[in-house]
């Protein structure tokens, strides 16, 4: 298993460049299941969990082929409706192929996700509305069994907001008969990206970025060409690095707009950020106040960054609060930041971070992707060594991260297990 070594503390200049979305490009991906023809899908990032959705697609019969930078994916040949647990217990988000697969075959056999580091995850909403549109759904020896002789649009309500289970009832409902309402939909930009993409191999889809979403039920889709929006959350990752060691970067090729809420956080902190419609420039000379802050769905701010907001806030003056409101599970970090000297207290979903704390280099262990960043946050601000374990959750979903921190002058570096040992 690979370790990351970072020497600290660094200072960050430079341009960097933000990958293809890992959130936007799973449901797309899982949607090619759908359509006739072959998809041309471009900016997919190359990380661990795009590989193991492309196993997936691949299991079930689907060819996926890379030409140049896009990836070509046709499932003429699927036949397959079965998911099996191996391939859904290394990532929850393969429960986005059951919407296609209901739409595209009429059942599917989904092996049920269990929980996971950051919280219980049930996926109730998503069931409720399958079942809204008309599928019989049976929970047995750990599967999902979903069947429907023809989905039926109707207005369907969530409780509650759920990004992957507005995508799964999206995709379900683009194939159905007749009209689908969905109300308190998702708003998050990789809603709309999904939108876009069905939108464009045929689908009727319209509200996407709203709280209610009408979808008009078409009879088949075809192939289209689609570019992965950046990821608005690597490119907060960066941003949120850059802002919490000192530096001058711009972080190029990603989406100012969808980070409006957090931007404005960072200014407030005493952050310097300049915009234009495709890149953030980040100036820190590490003169931070303190900030409160709570997670919220879209447009709010994410949850995904929470993490390394934390990080960043032991490093302004006084005590900022932060109040998780997505996930009951998410403060995995707080204990390893503690290991390096950050003064956090945690009282149900509230955590009060003591700014202006020297933080020094210590082993720590990566828990989940989000609590990784914000360990290499913390690694880059340091002073000496850390070194962070369990790294193979931060390579699910940062492409090449330590390789764009070293360009931007980063002491960061990868060992396998063997050579650190030796
Ligand atoms: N929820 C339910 N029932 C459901 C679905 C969700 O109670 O049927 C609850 C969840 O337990 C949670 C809340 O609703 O408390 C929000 O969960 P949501 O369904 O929105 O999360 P998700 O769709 O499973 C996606 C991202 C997550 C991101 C969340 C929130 C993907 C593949 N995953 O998960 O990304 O944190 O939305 O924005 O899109 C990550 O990339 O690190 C990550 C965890």
């Known amino acids: 298993m690979d370790q990351l070594m970072i020497e600290g503390p660094n200072f960050l200049s430079g341009r960097v460049q933000v990958s293809g979305s890992k959130n936007a490009a799973l449901p797309i991906l899982a949607a090619t299941l759908m359509g006739q023809g072959t998809q041309k899908i471009l900016n997919v990032p190359n990380l661990g969990d795009i590989r193991t959705i492309l196993n997936l697609l691949t299991h079930l019969g689907a060819s996926v082929k890379k030409e140049d930078s896009a990836l070509l994916v046709c499932a003429d040949s699927v036949s397959e409706h079965d998911v099996p647990y191996e391939l859904v217990k290394t990532m929850r988000a393969s429960i986005l192929v059951l919407g296609p697969l209901l739409a595209r075959f009429g059942k599917a056999k989904v092996s049920l996700p269990g929980g996971c580091a950051i919280g219980e995850r049930p996926i109730n909403l998503h069931l409720m509305g399958l079942q809204k549109l008309g599928a019989q759904i049976e929970i047995s020896e750990g599967y999902i069994y979903a069947q429907a002789s023809k989905l039926t649009g109707t207005k369907i309500c969530f409780d509650d907001i759920t990004v992957n289970g507005t995508q799964n009832i999206m995709m379900a ?141 032991t490093q302004t003056q006084g005590t900022s609060r932060i109040v998780e409101n997505i996930f009951e599970k998410r403060f995995n970090h707080v204990a390893e930041l503690g290991r390096m000297g950050a003064q956090i207290t945690i009282d149900g979903r509230c955590a009060m971070v003591e700014g202006g704390k020297k933080l020094s280099g210590a082993p720590v262990m990566a828990t989940d992707l989000r609590a990784s960043a914000s360990l290499v946050i913390a690694g880059l601000v340091a002073h000496g060594r850390t070194e962070i374990s369990r790294v193979y959750h931060l390579d699910r979903g940062y492409e090449q991260l330590e390789e764009k921190l070293k360009n931007l002058g980063a002491r960061i570096y990868r060992v396998s297990n063997r050579e650190c040992k030796g």
């Open 173 to 313: 409902a683009t194939l159905a008969k007749g009209v689908t309402l969905l109300e308190n939909a998702a708003k998050e930009p990789e809603v709309v990206d999904l939108a876009h993409f069905l939108n464009k191999m045929g689908a009727n889809i319209s509200g996407a970025g709203t709280d209610t979403m009408i979808i008009e039920g078409v009879e088949t889709l075809g192939q289209a060409t689609h570019e992965i929006i950046p990821d608005r959350i690597e490119a907060g990752t960066l941003v949120l690095a850059v802002a919490a060691t000192g530096g001058n970067v711009r972080v190029e090729h990603c989406a100012p707009q969808h980070l409006g809420f957090v931007l404005d956080k960072l200014m407030a902190c005493g952050v310097h950020i300049e915009q234009d419609e495709r890149s953030i420039w980040v100036k820190s000379n590490k003169v931070l106040e303190k900030i409160n802050m709570e997670t919220k769905p879209y447009p709010g701010f994410p949850t995904d960054l929470q993490a390394q907001m934390m990080a960043f806030l």
